[in-house]
């Protein structure tokens, strides 16, 4: 079964993707990765092992054996916070006034 | 980013001016602090921490962007989650080689937290980026260090001061090359119960990282605070709810223990309804934390001598659910703070659905988590289980989460007012709001020139120091006061980033390093006879010894080298310098010439010096009786050669082969002047110049 060899950068250990057919393209890659490491909010920088070059077109194909380097980046596009719940804070205000409340309300 | 960032300068990191400062978590978020600072070749990381909102790997700073073999120091500031909840991760799963530092505090509170963490996270043992064994196998990897401790490590001095906010927090003060940077941590100028204030550092900082998590908030007073939480307290126990307060463990949980504990002391009308400390953990926790008094403040440490505050009168353990007898109103305090699984997730979905019932969320909720969704009042939560229940508990938020507020954070930079500031660990608009608030407040000041940066996550701020040199001069050459303009030389030690100029006979008593002398020995194979060899090396300098060693032919040469003549070897020694190697080179040279030319061996005339003197004067004495007849010549005396012509006597000294006339006559002096000649000519034919 076709493979290619996967490390993060920071990591010790390498992990392997199996795929179909001749070659995987990056994107591809990419996301078997994200599924297989359970990542959500980030994106990947994909090198390849011997030279540092970086694969940047997301529709190059990668060999049948090859090894990579992983860099999780923060994700292009999304702001960098979980936007899991909503959030309906009013706008607090600067300077010296006090914000004082019982009931929750926006981060004080 | 891909490739290792190189310099485009040809200058190598450690003489660069460049400093870089990136944060790879908490850049423009809450969560997850990690930053790295770069200067003169040394890479430090500041904290490592995970995001309490996020999951797995996601929940890591971005490690990936450097590579974690080439760190030389990590330093945690304290034991909050988003603070040290990576270090387990980062010490034990990657290539990190370097020393790792925090408060004694710190280390011991880090070990329980993160036990409490590990045991409570309810995603399954895969997404896990640590276990128990990890964490335990991390703690000898961690080094401890004292409050105002200076400690040195690869040429990076460093040192730490109370930050207050939690037990055993610091803000680390970090010196490279003279360059000063104060990283905060998390920091509260604010003493309460049981912890000091932050202090304000001695020595100013050219950089100051700083905390934004309030950004431009202004805190309620803290009278009023304690106020309002006990009421609340009051509020939800007297209509017979549950009053369930969220917190971790350790931190904050004592700061509102104590609290609690005081006020039920003063209403004996509550003194039937229950506290509970619910955690597994929590004995362990509460050893930590007596045994740890040094790090709070004076008005605890005077309590302790007389009666241990922390032996609660009115708050019992619980150790788990099931050891809770949920009937009537109680207080609870249960980890984890933000309610994203663990008790205090089961309790807070037991009770929310009714409304007598009140949960206080009393820290800093950040995105993503169940406690800060409830703060925007919800109609309905979804459960672990993914059920939906309608929130109808009182919500109530009352934070004493011990962070600086806009007064703290702008009295704090006016007392050290670093020409550089860069914010971390704050919400975007937050930080930005802050970023603007301190520039304003110094846009109009001409003295002082403060710039504010808020990088995002693995953006670099990049800062320039040119440093001065400072090369201080000791031992004998500092024996003498020293004028303008006047040359010094010595050698230039330096050591990590300090310069010392010594004089070579002072480096044994200020370094480890000493003068030596190398003795250098050369043998060349050598079969000819020996004074051939010396009236060569006679032809190359005058300055050829005879001595005496062992019985052995031995010549001084240029009064360096020594020669000797073995069995069919010639012998050369030398102490190696610049100049006697070449002296070496040369008899060498000669060494190897003599040998290796065949006719030369075999001539083996020794050349006179002088010419003998007898000889001389026979031939003498010839020359003139075959120029002027034999009669004419005549020894006066030993030294004087008498010549008689024509009744005029030409006396020869034959020492200096001057000649004299007997009769002072100038007029004729035709006589004097041959035989001078003669004399001359006949000494030169004899004694050819060498």
């Known amino acids: 079964m076709p493979c290619v060899h996967y490390k993060f950068r920071s990591k010790l250990s390498h992990d392997t993707i199996l795929f179909e057919g001749v070659h995987i393209t990056v994107r591809e890659l990419k996301q078997q990765i994200m599924r297989r490491e359970r990542l959500k909010l980030c994106d990947l920088k994909i090198s390849s092992e011997q030279n540092n070059e970086e694969y940047t077109d997301d529709e190059a194909l990668i060999p049948n054996n090859t090894s990579v380097v992983i860099r999780r980046i923060p994700a292009v596009g999304l702001k960098s916070t979980n936007k899991r719940f909503v959030n309906n804070r009013p706008e607090p205000s600067c300077g010296s006034s006090q914000t004082v409340c019982r009931k929750v309300f926006a981060l004080v | 980013m891909a490739t290792k960032r190189k310099a485009d300068v040809s200058v190598p990191a450690e003489e660069s001016d460049q400093l870089l400062i990136r944060p790879l978590g908490a850049g423009q978020e809450v969560g997850r602090s990690c930053i790295i600072l770069e200067f003169k070749g040394r890479k430090i990381m500041l904290d490592c921490g995970i ?20 760190i030389d120091l990590l330093l945690i500031s304290h034991f909050h989650l988003d603070h040290c ?113 932050a202090e304000i550092p001695s020595v100013k900082p050219d950089i100051l990282i700083t905390e934004s998590t309030y950004g431009t908030h202004i805190h309620e007073k803290r009278e009023e605070r304690e106020a309002r939480f006990c009421n609340t307290v009051h509020d939800i126990v007297n209509r017979e709810g549950r009053c369930l307060i969220p917190v971790f463990a350790l931190g904050r949980a004592q700061e509102l223990l104590l609290i609690l504990d005081e006020y039920w002391q003063n209403h004996p009308e509550l003194h039937d309804i229950p506290i509970y400390y619910a955690s597994s953990l929590a004995k362990k926790c509460m050893a930590v934390y007596q045994t740890y008094v040094n790090a709070m403040n004076d008005k605890i440490r005077k309590a302790i001598n007389i009666n241990n505050p922390f032996v609660f009168k009115h708050i019992s353990n619980l150790k788990s659910m099931d050891h809770f007898d949920d009937i009537g109103p109680s207080v609870v305090m249960a980890s984890p703070g933000m309610m994203q699984s663990g008790l205090s997730r089961e309790l807070f979905e037991s009770w929310c659905t009714d409304k007598r019932n009140g949960v206080i969320i009393a820290g800093y909720c950040v995105e993503g988590t169940l406690a800060k969704h409830i703060m925007s009042e919800p109609e309905e939560i979804t459960t672990m289980s993914g059920q939906k229940l309608p929130l109808k508990m009182s919500v109530d938020y009352i934070s004493f989460s011990a962070h600086t507020d806009y007064q703290q954070t702008s009295e704090f930079i006016r007392a050290l007012k670093p020409p550089h500031v860069i914010l971390v660990h704050g919400e975007q608009n937050e930080m930005a709001r802050l970023k603007a608030a301190l520039i304003r407040e110094y846009e109009d000041n001409d003295e002082v020139h403060i710039e504010v940066h808020n990088p995002r996550n693995t953006e670099a701020v990049t800062l320039n120091f040119r440093g001065e040199k400072l090369a201080k001069v000791m031992g004998s050459l500092a024996d003498k006061k020293c004028m303008q303009g006047q040359r010094v030389s010595g050698i230039l030690v ?145 030294n004087c050669l008498a010549v008689s012509v024509d009744g005029k006597t030409a006396f020869i000294n034959l020492e200096t082969r001057t000649v004299e006339c007997e009769d002072d006559n100038s007029e004729d002096d035709s006589l004097r002047e041959m035989v001078e000649l003669a004399v001359q000519r006949l000494y030169e034919a004899m004694n050819p110049v060498m």
């Open chain 2, 51 to 70: 995001h309490p909102g996020l999951e797995g790997m996601d929940a890591l700073p971005y490690i990936d962007l450097i590579d974690p073999a080439e």
């Open chain 2, 85 to 197: 909840g990576a270090l387990p991760w980062f010490l034990q799963k990657t290539s990190f080689k370097g020393r790792t530092f925090m408060t004694h505090a710190t280390k011991a509170i880090y070990r329980w937290l993160l036990s409490d963490y590990v045991k409570v996270s309810n995603i399954s043992a895969d997404d896990m980026l640590y276990t128990e064994t990890d964490l335990e196998e991390s703690m000898d990897k961690i080094e401890t260090i004292n409050f105002h401790e200076v400690k040195e490590v690869a040429g990076i001095k460093f040192w730490c001061y109370h930050a207050g906010h939690v037990l055993g927090a610091a803000m680390f003060m970090i010196e490279i090359a003279g360059v000063k940077l104060l990283y905060t941590g998390d920091f509260s100028r604010q003493e309460d119960r049981h912890l000091m204030a």
């Open chain 2, 494 to 638: 330096k050591k990590n980033f300090s310069y010392h100029i010594l004089a070579p006979s002072d480096l044994s008593n200020y370094t480890d390093l000493a003068m030596s002398t190398v003795k250098q020995t050369q043998a060349i194979p050598f079969t000819g006879p020996f004074p051939l060899l010396l009236s060569q090396l006679r032809h190359l300098t005058g300055d050829v010894e005879e001595i005496e060693i062992s019985e052995k032919s031995t010549l001084r040469v240029f009064n360096s080298i020594t020669v000797v003549h073995d069995q069919n070897m010639v012998l050369l020694e030398w102490f190696a310098n610049p100049l006697n190697d070449m002296y070496a080179d040369a008899v060498t040279t000669v060494v190897l010439e003599v040998q290796s030319n065949p006719k030369a061996q075999k001539v083996l005339q020794p050349q006179e010096k002088k010419v003998d003197v007898n000889v001389f004067q026979n031939r003498l004495l010839k020359m003139f009786q075959d120029m002027f007849g034999e009669e004419c010549v005549d020894f006066k005396d030993k």
